[in-house]
């Protein structure tokens, strides 16, 4: 059975411990790989090493940063196929999406910032003949970077590689449900001549290994993506040590749709928006608002074609709902299920987990599932469920929709479905999120600033504000008179 490594200091090395955890393919609910379960010691050799190589990197020219990022970028998309299929087995999405979304994504986060660091500029004051102010924006130091498992390396790259391109080191920490890209990232450094030190990956559990990096005095600046409680925690510990933090937490999103829609484009991006990944995506829309007079209409299609949705292998090729992630998540998805009907909520399709026959039989497969019935301000439709399970809602009148939909503490993401834009522009102003769709879902300009308010969480990653974020201003004044 497959055994990695951490990443440290340029070279793959086994834990301390020597011990290992097992790593699961969700998609037949067996162990296919061991991965080190790392503590608090490998942590400080990681951190020693990013440490020990920051100056070097901080000055490294930023076209030289950039070509080895390139380089990086070039690598992963030549191994997108052995990529994408590792990526569909460690997580349980359909290959397809990690052919088409996750892998490109992830070259695509280290290309735009190789390339965007290049015009990154600092800015000058002259307070006219007094004195001149220039603004010198400098790498923070070792950035610690912790991800979670529903996009594997797409998410891990969002960090990795603004702070590299920065001047930042880096100490990272995939999630351990899915450390397998993480690892074949560290291969293409090697491969790509990335100097040792500047980027070390350190795989284990989040009490262990994310901690110890969370509470290293010598990691000045975490950028987190999981969990809203997990997020609570880490700033808890990093706060009283003035950490830079940026965190990107839950959501539960309202996808909004009003009777003059464009009725087919809506109904065919609602299916991606639900269901896609399995629904775990931190940006998908889990409750649907939907005007009364389409709201028979709306219902009795999405239903019909959630019903259609192929619940299968990750690989097979017309598979278009893989496995979820773990056993516990299937659990935690299904009790969530069992909850909405005690909370007075009617199952319209799926609701239980699928037995796939075969090899296949022991994976954690959930039907599309579809609920209505339900308040708008029951658990259910207040906690962030992240599976295939969507509730839909009608509504008859704007300010109505907009209270239920900012009625969460969860403030991420929202799609608005309306052809009329003045309706639109108004509601997008009035949401509580992060980011709005109007008449689209996941469409992203990589250098619009990204990330929700309220407990979606704090800090804006994306664009230049990414580099804002790994930097700091120093501000200097020469007195010229
Ligand atoms: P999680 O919070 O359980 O874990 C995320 C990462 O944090 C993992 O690497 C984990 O090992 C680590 N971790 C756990 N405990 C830790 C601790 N005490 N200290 C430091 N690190 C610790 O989240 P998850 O289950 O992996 O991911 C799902 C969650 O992520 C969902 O809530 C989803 O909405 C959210 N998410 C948010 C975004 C976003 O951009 N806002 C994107 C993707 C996922």
């Given at each position: 059975?497959?055994?990695i490594r951490n990443y440290i200091n340029g070279e793959l090395v086994?834990?301390?411990?020597?011990?290992?955890?097992?790593?699961?393919?969700?998609?037949?609910?067996?162990?296919?790989?061991?991965?080190?379960?790392?503590?608090?010691?490998?942590?400080?050799l990681a951190v020693a090493a990013a440490k020990a190589a920051f100056k070097e990197w901080s000055n490294t020219p930023k076209e030289k940063r950039a070509r080895i990022l390139q380089r990086i970028s070039f690598l992963i998309e030549e191994n997108?196929?052995?990529l994408?299929?590792?990526?569909?087995?460690?997580?349980?999405?359909?290959?397809?999406?990690?052919?088409?979304?996750?892998i490109?994504?992830a070259a695509a986060n280290f290309n735009f910032y190789a390339t965007g660091i290049l015009?990154?500029?600092?800015?000058?004051?002259?307070?006219?003949?007094?004195?001149?102010?220039?603004?010198?924006?400098?790498p923070v130091g070792v950035a610690g970077c912790?991800s979670?498992?529903?996009?594997?390396l797409?998410?891990f790259t969002w960090k990795i590689a603004p702070a590299l391109a920065s001047g930042c080191t880096v100490v990272a920490k995939p999630?351990?449900?899915?450390p397998?890209t993480a690892y074949l990232l560290s291969e293409i450094c090697i491969t790509a001549g990335l100097p040792k030190g500047v980027l070390n990956i350190v795989h284990?559990?989040?009490?262990?290994?994310?901690?110890?990096?969370?509470?290293?005095?010598?990691v000045?600046?975490?950028s987190?993506?999981?969990?809203?409680?997990?997020?609570?925690?880490?700033?808890?510990?990093?706060?009283?040590?003035?950490?830079?933090?940026?965190?990107?937490?839950?959501?539960?999103?309202?996808?909004?749709?009003?009777?003059?829609?464009?009725?087919?484009?809506?109904?065919?991006?609602?299916?991606?928006?639900?269901?896609?990944?399995?629904?775990?995506?931190?940006?998908?829309?889990?409750?649907?608002?939907?005007?009364?007079?389409?709201?028979?209409?709306?219902?009795?299609?999405?239903?019909?074609?959630?019903?259609?949705?192929?619940?299968?292998?990750?690989?097979?090729?017309?598979?278009?709902?893989?496995?979820?992630?773990?056993?516990?998540?299937?659990?935690?998805?299904?009790?969530?299920?069992?909850?909405?009907?005690?909370?007075?909520?009617?199952?319209?399709?799926?609701?239980?987990?699928?037995?796939?026959?075969?090899?296949?039989?022991?994976?954690?497969?959930?039907?599309?599932?579809?609920?209505?019935?339900?308040?708008?301000?029951?658990?259910?439709?207040?906690?962030?469920?992240?599976?295939?399970?969507?509730?839909?809602?009608?509504?008859?009148?704007?300010?109505?929709?907009?209270?239920?939909?900012?009625?969460?503490?969860?403030?991420?993401?929202?799609?608005?479905?309306?052809?009329?834009?003045?309706?639109?522009?108004?509601?997008?102003?009035?949401?509580?999120?992060?980011?709005?769709?109007?008449?689209?879902?996941?469409?992203?300009?990589?250098?619009?600033?990204?990330?929700?308010?309220?407990?979606?969480?704090?800090?804006?990653?994306?664009?230049?504000?990414a580099f804002?974020?790994f930097?700091?201003?120093?501000?200097?004044?020469?007195?010229?008179?």
């Amino acid at each position: 059975m497959e055994k990695i490594r951490n990443y440290i200091n340029g070279e793959l090395v086994e834990p301390i411990s020597k011990a290992y955890i097992d790593n699961v393919d969700p998609s037949r609910g067996k162990v296919y790989s061991l991965i080190p379960d790392s503590d608090e010691r490998d942590v400080e050799l990681a951190v020693a090493a990013a440490k020990a190589a920051f100056k070097e990197w901080s000055n490294t020219p930023k076209e030289k940063r950039a070509r080895i990022l390139q380089r990086i970028s070039f690598l992963i998309e030549e191994n997108l196929d052995k990529l994408a299929l590792i990526e569909s087995v460690d997580n349980g999405k359909p290959l397809h999406l990690a052919k088409t979304v996750d892998i490109p994504r992830a070259a695509a986060n280290f290309n735009f910032y190789a390339t965007g660091i290049l015009h990154y500029s600092a800015h000058a004051h002259s307070m006219e003949d007094t004195a001149i102010n220039y603004t010198l924006r400098q790498p923070v130091g070792v950035a610690g970077c912790i991800s979670p498992w529903n996009l594997p390396l797409y998410l891990f790259t969002w960090k990795i590689a603004p702070a590299l391109a920065s001047g930042c080191t880096v100490v990272a920490k995939p999630s351990e449900v899915t450390p397998m890209t993480a690892y074949l990232l560290s291969e293409i450094c090697i491969t790509a001549g990335l100097p040792k030190g500047v980027l070390n990956i350190v795989h284990g559990l989040g009490p262990k290994v994310g901690n110890a990096i969370v509470s290293s005095k010598d990691v000045p600046l975490i950028s987190f993506t999981g969990g809203t409680k997990t997020g609570a925690h880490i700033a808890s510990v990093a706060a009283p040590m003035f950490k830079k933090l940026s965190l990107e937490l839950g959501g539960k999103n309202p996808n909004i749709i009003f009777a003059d829609c464009d009725y087919e484009k809506m109904l065919s991006t609602t299916m991606h928006s639900s269901f896609s990944n399995q629904g775990q995506i931190c940006l998908c829309g889990s409750r649907i608002f939907v005007e009364r007079s389409i709201y028979e209409k709306f219902k009795t299609d999405f239903v019909e074609r959630a019903k259609k949705l192929t619940v299968g292998p990750p690989t097979n090729a017309d598979t278009k709902v893989g496995a979820v992630v773990s056993k516990s998540h299937m659990e935690k998805i299904l009790s969530y299920v069992e909850l909405a009907q005690q909370e007075g909520g009617k199952v319209l399709c799926g609701g239980k987990r699928k037995i796939v026959e075969g090899e296949f039989k022991d994976g954690f497969y959930i039907e599309p599932t579809i609920i209505e019935g339900l308040a708008y301000d029951c658990r259910t439709n207040q906690e962030e469920i992240f599976g295939p399970v969507v509730t839909i809602m009608p509504f008859d009148k704007e300010e109505e929709v907009l209270m239920m939909a900012n009625s969460t503490m969860y403030g991420l993401a929202s799609t608005v479905w309306t052809q009329d834009i003045t309706k639109a522009t108004r509601v997008a102003n009035e949401i509580h999120a992060g980011i709005v769709w109007i008449n689209c879902w996941l469409l992203r300009d990589l250098r619009t600033p990204f990330g929700g308010v309220k407990s979606s969480g704090v800090g804006r990653e994306g664009g230049f504000e990414a580099f804002d974020f790994f930097t700091e201003p120093k501000n200097v004044c020469i007195k010229i008179k």
